[in-house]
């Protein structure tokens, strides 16, 4: 007979750049109980302070990176983990353990010599009670991102980060050494403008995206970027200008508005030199 669970398993994935974290966990929920480290008459609560613990419940979580990551200063090879966690009062420690195999935490079964990385977080605690064990993402850029545990009011962070230049930078390489086409250059030309990278390059590369492209008004938007980041106020306008004359014959309303919003802030700025 198939029962339902108490702590139903979840899957969360999370895009971050080019790179992506995907974990698998069971949620168990507090039901009145007490969670964390002792109770005042000197009972543990259901994760006593010391013990290893498999964030969350049945299996052990098992968090997955398509990519290598960056986690405490400390370099972790792409792969699937156990993520345990030593809670005590004052700080966590947060394990990643190469051997995936073990049931729940493993309890006699887990060997720290197994573990790929092991560091030191502090908890937090909130107003808000989060009544079912809950992992989440937030502050996500094209860089990092941050890994939320919340059961309780206890809450723990950790930073995950990517080199995701790095990664980006060797699939700009590839497609430059192959025959890139107009939309190969814009699209490195954009990338390098949101990422505040290589100005001079990236105007190159969107003028070689218009000469084979021809004009459009996301290309001339992204060179009036570009030409403002390099302080080259004129012709940043006079880009933005014929942005907003092509993106008006495509009905293009919003790309009209940006465009007349940088030309008032480029006036600006060369009205108050």
Same mark, same amino acid.
């Given at each position: 007979?198939?029962?339902?669970?108490?702590?139903?398993?979840?899957?969360?994935?999370?895009?971050?750049?080019?790179?992506?974290?995907?974990?698998?966990?069971?949620?168990?929920?507090?039901?009145?109980?007490?969670?964390?480290?002792?109770?005042?008459?000197?009972?543990?609560?259901?994760? *006593?302070?010391?013990?290893?613990?498999?964030?969350?419940?049945?299996?052990?979580?098992?968090?997955?990176?398509?990519?290598? $990551?960056?986690?405490?200063?400390?370099? #972790?090879?792409?792969?699937?983990?156990?993520?345990?966690?030593? *809670?005590?009062?004052?700080?966590?420690?947060? $394990?990643?353990?190469?051997?995936?195999?073990?049931?729940?935490?493993?309890?006699?079964?887990?060997?720290?010599?197994?573990?790929?990385?092991?560091?030191?977080?502090?908890?937090?605690?909130?107003?808000? @009670?989060?009544?079912?064990?809950?992992?989440?993402?937030?502050?996500?850029?094209?860089?990092?991102?941050?890994?939320? #545990?919340?059961?309780?009011?206890?809450?723990? $962070?950790?930073?995950?980060? @990517? &080199?995701?230049?790095?990664?980006?930078?060797?699939?700009?390489?590839?497609?430059?050494?192959?025959?890139?086409?107009?939309?190969?250059?814009?699209?490195?030309?954009?990338?390098?403008?949101?990422?505040?990278?290589? *100005?001079?390059?990236?105007?190159?590369?969107?003028?070689?995206?218009?000469?084979?492209?021809?004009?459009?008004?996301?290309?001339?938007?992204?060179?009036?970027?570009? #030409?403002? &980041?390099?302080?080259?106020?004129?012709?940043?306008?006079?880009?933005?200008?014929?942005?907003?004359?092509?993106?008006?014959?495509?009905?293009? &309303?919003?790309?009209?508005?940006?465009?007349?919003?940088?030309?008032?802030?480029?006036?600006?700025?060369?009205?108050?030199?």
């Amino acid at each position: 007979m198939n029962h339902p669970k108490a702590s139903p398993f979840a899957k969360i994935e999370q895009e971050v750049g080019l790179s992506k974290i995907t974990i698998a966990y069971s949620r168990p929920s507090a039901k009145g109980r007490t969670l964390f480290g002792n109770q005042p008459n000197g009972e543990s609560g259901l994760v *006593p302070n010391g013990r290893i613990w498999r964030v969350g419940a049945n299996e052990s979580t098992k968090i997955t990176f398509s990519t290598d $990551v960056l986690i405490d200063g400390n370099k #972790l090879a792409k792969g699937t983990y156990a993520l345990y966690a030593f *809670p005590e009062e004052e700080e966590w420690q947060i $394990v990643f353990h190469n051997n995936t195999t073990h049931w729940g935490d493993g309890r006699a079964n887990y060997n720290a010599e197994e573990d790929a990385l092991r560091f030191t977080v502090t908890p937090t605690h909130n107003n808000d @009670f989060q009544e079912t064990f809950l992992i989440s993402f937030d502050n996500i850029d094209h860089n990092q991102a941050s890994i939320y #545990l919340n059961w309780g009011t206890t809450q723990v $962070v950790i930073l995950i980060m @990517f &080199d995701t230049k790095s990664i980006m930078q060797e699939q700009i390489d590839e497609l430059l050494s192959k025959e890139p086409t107009a939309q190969t250059y814009y699209e490195i030309a954009r990338y390098y403008q949101e990422q505040d990278l290589h *100005p001079k390059k990236a105007l190159d590369y969107v003028d070689q995206a218009i000469e084979l492209g021809g004009d459009t008004y996301y290309f001339h938007r992204v060179r009036s970027l570009i #030409l403002g &980041d390099l302080k080259e106020y004129e012709a940043a306008i006079n880009a933005s200008n014929i942005s907003i004359n092509l993106a008006e014959k495509e009905g293009k &309303d919003e790309f009209v508005r940006l465009n007349k919003n940088d030309i008032m802030k480029w006036k600006s700025i060369q009205t108050n030199k």
